[in-house]
């Protein structure tokens, strides 16, 4: 059984508006996909059967605090033997908070509405990478979406990407996120409650560091 349907050309943003319109009836995730190559013709990973849903674990079994914590404490560990950065620039890297892990950012309420969000930046989206194809996903959301497929985009860091789903469902909740699209190893989020603050903006930057040390 395929983890998602694939299209055979580019989507519009229009059509992907009116599939996550559709969700709660249909049970379908739709996502615009981006290939590692635009001009593969295997459209790798999505075409290329480099997918691997059976190797995932249920993003529910997951506790995203703790994941975020866990996570922290290891890309923040000054460790001179292995690390490319000597002590203090390491610690420069997670200031203000050099080690200790700040925790989760509880967000103020919705800016807009998730979904008015989501179809605002699919647009955005659509519009920087025409040769994006649709796939529609059997799945709760976006962020339980990304483990069915059995996407494997944080593979160096853990071949398990119901972990980074669990995060993306506590986002869900928290900041209004929504998962539009998906490349090779790239994520792409509307959000509907971002921070407000340059403190909000320090914790939230705080746990892309933990989610994806590659960002920072």
């Not at 999505?46 to 079994?61: I, K, N, Q």
């Not at 000054?78 to 200031?95: K, Q």
């Not at 930046?121 to 519009?127: R, S």
Request: aromatic letters at 10%; a negative charge.
């Amino acid at each position: 059984m395929q983890p998602l349907w694939l299209s055979d050309s580019p989507a519009s943003a229009e059509l992907w508006a009116r599939l996550l319109a559709e969700h709660n009836t249909s049970g379908l995730w739709p996502l615009l996909l981006d290939a590692h190559d635009p001009g593969d013709a295997e459209f790798r990973p999505w075409g290329s059967g480099e997918l691997f849903p059976e190797r995932m674990t249920a993003p529910h079994a997951h506790n995203p605090a703790e994941l975020l914590a866990q996570w922290w404490s290891t890309y923040a560990e000054t460790n001179e033997d292995d690390d490319l950065l000597p002590p203090h620039e390491r610690l420069a890297v997670t200031a203000p908070f050099g080690q200790a892990w700040p925790g989760p950012l509880v967000s103020d309420d919705l800016v807009t509405d998730a979904g008015e969000m989501a179809v605002a930046y699919a647009e955005v989206f659509a519009d920087q990478h025409p040769q994006a194809r649709l796939g529609l996903v059997a799945a709760a959301g976006g962020a339980d979406a990304l483990a069915a497929t059995g996407w494997g985009g944080p593979v160096n860091y853990d071949n398990d990407t119901a972990k980074f789903s669990a995060v993306v469902r506590d986002w869900e909740r928290r900041f209004g996120v929504r998962v539009v699209a998906v490349g090779f190893d790239t994520l792409h989020l509307s959000v509907a409650a971002p921070p407000t603050n340059t403190q909000g903006a320090l914790r939230v930057a705080a746990e892309h560091f933990a989610f994806c040390p590659d960002s920072i």
